[in-house]
């Protein structure tokens, strides 16, 4: 939610402007002219310095037009922002499309690719799970209700598993009859079951935000919990590493931890603590990326823990989803800007905007982004209930990156305290849609004000005009005034 500034009254003695006054505005104008003319060391004329005259018209009317040329410049700079993100996006080949989920009330959290080249997505609006084909034709297939469905992955035998945040239980769906649906129960209530991945050893893994665990299932249903050193960390996405190890993200703790098949959990602590890591995706690199939701990078861990994080261009991005794109190169959704972006392995980054509305921000649900067939990569829209395709072309063009980061030296840390703090943050609120610039006064009110002055320069200006005329007029000779009007006709 953006912070608002409050108008606040004049002090004892003052009087606060109102748009009823008519002629506030212009006596504001003289005013800041005045001003103007003394920070610029610009002498007036005696018989101005008391009341203003032509000497203020020209002041005010070049602070007319150094506004007018400001605003002016914003356009054109957002206007530029926005055609330089679709020549960038042209220019490469790439294109965005978007595909509604038919009905109401949809919110596609998770999505993974199946062996067939189906996606699948859980709908935490409608207690379902969705499939959608590669043409962009859309099934779901109903849940118990009140379930939560989170994320979902594919499993080793062919299916679909995925958790129910809201039920306590893991679920799966065949592939082959969709309509079949098993739910196995965890063991202890308020588990919270969020995130979940295939291991390499052929099992599901899973995170359980409530009991502060890891889970591992095997197809046959059975469970094995192991306990994540750091209280409350709130575990949140989970990948299978390059190493054989799996992967997870500590949203509340500022750490990436990882966890051996055995069950043993090291966790890594990020240069800070509020950065509320989420997402996580083995890269093409043989290293694993994550999001900061709140720290507003993009993260890599290397298998012996060193990390290196990366400021995206766009402030309160909140990165959310990620994952290797076919093009090797990481992707990732910015759900607090309405943006997709793409990182290089050497950490060079683009910004491309997705389809309007499509994500809701502030919350940890939906943003899921995964590879699919034939060059493409495919999220969730929360917001838009709807879910969005990008394709690449066959030869990506080279891309000039928006930002190229300087890599922020954190120390390799492998640690397992206990009881540390909670980790609060508050985000910082998203910039308006669309880039551009602002200029943004100290005082609301007080901006206010001088937005009117300056668009009542010119009405002062001619208001002045007619002032110094009728006084010339009254104050030349009557000779003199035959004169000139005997001249002129």
């Not at 076919?326 to 990732?332: A, E, I």
């Not at 683009?350 to 649900?365: L, M, Q």
Request: contains cysteine; charged residues 15%; hydrophobic residues 40%.
């Amino acid at each position: 939610m953006r912070r608002l500034t409050p108008h606040h009254p004049p002090a004892s003695g003052g009087r606060a402007f109102g748009l009823r006054d008519a002629h506030a505005p212009f006596a504001l104008a003289e005013r800041l002219a005045v001003r103007f003319c003394s920070w610029c060391k610009i002498t007036l004329p005696p018989r101005l310095r008391g009341g203003l005259g032509w000497g203020a018209v020209l002041v005010g009317e070049a602070l007319q037009s150094a506004m007018m040329r400001l605003v002016s410049a914003c356009a054109a700079l957002s206007l530029a922002v926005a055609i330089a993100q679709g020549a960038l996006a042209a220019g490469s080949g790439l294109s965005i499309s978007e595909f509604p989920i038919p009905g109401a009330d949809h919110r596609p959290s998770g999505i993974t690719a199946a062996p067939d080249g189906t996606l699948w997505f859980t709908d935490g609006g409608t207690d379902e799970i969705g499939r959608i084909g590669p043409s962009g034709d859309v099934a779901s297939f109903a849940l118990t209700n009140l379930s939560g469905p989170a994320s979902i992955a594919a499993g080793p035998d062919g299916n679909l598993w995925f958790t129910e945040n809201d039920r306590n239980r893991i679920g799966r769906v065949l592939r082959n009859r969709p309509n079949t649906i098993t739910e196995f129960a965890l063991p202890e209530a308020g588990s919270e079951p969020f995130g979940i991945a295939l291991g390499p050893d052929g099992n599901l893994w899973f995170t359980e935000i409530g009991a502060n665990q890891i889970g591992r299932m095997t197809p046959a249903g059975t469970i094995t919990q192991y306990t994540i050193p750091t209280s409350l960390s709130v575990p949140a996405n989970i990948t299978s590493g390059g190493d054989g190890q799996m992967w997870f993200t500590e949203f509340n703790r500022g750490r990436i931890g990882r966890i051996t098949p055995a069950g043993a959990v090291t966790e890594f602590a990020l240069s800070n603590a509020s950065a509320q890591p989420l997402g996580i995706a083995a890269g093409p690199d043989g290293n694993l990326w994550f999001t900061e939701f709140n720290g507003n990078q993009i993260g890599r861990i290397t298998p012996d823990g060193g990390i290196i994080e990366y400021a995206l261009p766009t402030l309160g991005a909140h990165p959310a989803g990620i994952t290797a794109g076919p093009d090797g190169n990481v992707w990732f959704t910015e759900t607090g800007v309405g943006q997709i972006g793409r990182i290089t392995t050497t950490g060079d980054i683009v910004e491309f905007s997705a389809p309007p509305g499509a994500f809701e921000s502030g919350t940890i649900f939906g943003g899921a982004i995964t590879a699919g067939p034939a060059r493409t990569l495919w999220f969730t829209e929360t917001r838009a209930g709807a879910i969005g395709r990008i394709t690449l072309p066959e030869a990506t063009a080279t891309l000039t990156p928006t930002y190229t980061p300087t890599p922020a030296p954190t120390a390799d840390q492998t640690a397992t305290p206990v009881g540390l703090p909670t980790a609060t943050a508050t985000a910082a609120p998203p910039p308006a849609s669309g880039g551009g610039c602002s200029v943004a006064p100290r005082d609301s009110g007080q901006g206010i004000a001088y937005l009117i002055a300056l668009v009542a320069l010119p009405f002062a200006a001619a208001r002045r005009r007619g002032r110094v005329a009728q006084h010339e007029h009254a104050s030349r000779p009557t000779s003199s005034h035959a004169r000139v009007h005997g001249q002129s006709t």
